[in-house]
């Protein structure tokens, strides 16, 4: 089974697919009380068609180890930072989902280096006190015993076995403890991301949608898109994994290198209005523009966005 160390502590991963030059792989972050596997075992094989996956489980999680008995989505962010790094990789397409988006949100605003692209799914960058009263109601051992037996009947076949008997409950009890205190960024703090974002929340999700996180998110990062499919609830990517995956890789293809990024945030101010005329262009995995233009203008501002963002990445990498 592979594991890596990273801040004195062993992470267990799997990976799907083949490793690709010059290409980023994507890096699955699971959700609270799950695993790498329990979280993305229907979506990893499916993005492993185009991209190499990562899908480790965090620490404290599954078969990682957790020496300190800590939760905390900075360390969380920091281990998977690192992992990127200690699997030979410069950066990584980041999604995460529910405590995973936030763990991607925090991985998007202090460990941004390690970032191609970054999908927070179902997460919250602050707090507010509507979010505040239901963890403090729902996110306790005692009330997901009662009312989620399902749930913690899962918690304690996945972290058991691994951590020892009773580590559920503490674990549920060390999550909620970093729930009613972190993510806690400004809109002005992410007003300074510069990454390729895209936010995701299902129009019905319990945890989130009250407090509209992703609409105000998508609003406080540059050039961010959103996704809020309707009538689906907080685990979007195992409710609706076709149009998930569409999504998903649309988004890759659009904006997944910087060649691609610079000339998606060109269209963007160049020509918001998509009804003056095609400036649909992009780098595919191959290094090649592909897309339409409707002017030779419009040719020629591509190949200089290209041109910039060449240089910029040849800077960047003397």
Not at 24 to 39: D, M, R
Request: charged letters at 25%; glycine letters at 6%.
């Amino acid at each position: 089974m592979p594991y890596e160390t990273v801040h004195g502590a062993k992470l267990y991963y799997e990976t799907f697919g083949v490793q690709q030059a010059g290409r980023a792989p994507i890096l699955l972050v699971h959700g609270s009380t799950q695993t790498g596997h329990s979280c993305w075992n229907k979506i990893a094989p499916l993005l492993a068609e185009d991209y190499f996956v990562i899908v480790p489980d965090c620490r404290g999680h599954g078969r990682s180890e957790n020496p300190a008995r800590s939760y905390s989505f900075r360390e969380i962010a920091a281990d998977l930072a690192a992992l990127i790094r200690a699997l030979g990789f410069e950066k990584a397409h980041v999604i995460g989902h529910s405590n995973g988006g936030n763990i991607a949100i925090v991985m998007m605003m202090e460990h941004p280096d390690a970032i191609q692209t970054c999908t927070p799914q179902a997460g919250n960058a602050w707090l507010t006190e509507t979010l505040l009263e239901r963890e403090r109601l729902v996110f306790t051992p005692d009330y997901i015993a009662a009312h989620y037996p399902e749930w913690m009947k899962e918690a304690v076949a996945l972290h058991e076995p691994h951590h020892g008997e009773g580590y559920a409950r503490l674990l549920i009890d060390l999550t909620r403890e970093e729930l009613l205190r972190e993510p806690n960024y400004t809109p002005e703090q992410m007003a300074q991301v510069n990454l390729p974002v895209l936010f995701i929340q299902g129009e019905n999700d319990a945890v989130n949608a009250h407090s509209r996180f992703a609409q105000h998110m998508a609003r406080a990062v540059p050039f961010a898109e959103l996704w809020i499919p309707k009538n689906v609830a907080h685990n979007v990517h195992d409710e609706v994994s076709n149009d998930w995956m569409d999504t998903a890789r649309d988004f890759l293809s659009r904006r997944g290198n910087p060649e691609s990024e610079a000339l998606y945030r060109f269209r963007k101010t160049r020509y918001p209005d998509e009804r003056a005329g095609d400036f649909d262009v992009r780098v595919g995995a191959d290094g090649k523009p592909v897309g339409v233009v409707l002017t030779p203008q419009r040719r020629e501002e591509a190949r200089s966005v290209l041109n910039r963002a060449a240089l910029r990445t040849t800077a960047s990498a003397c």
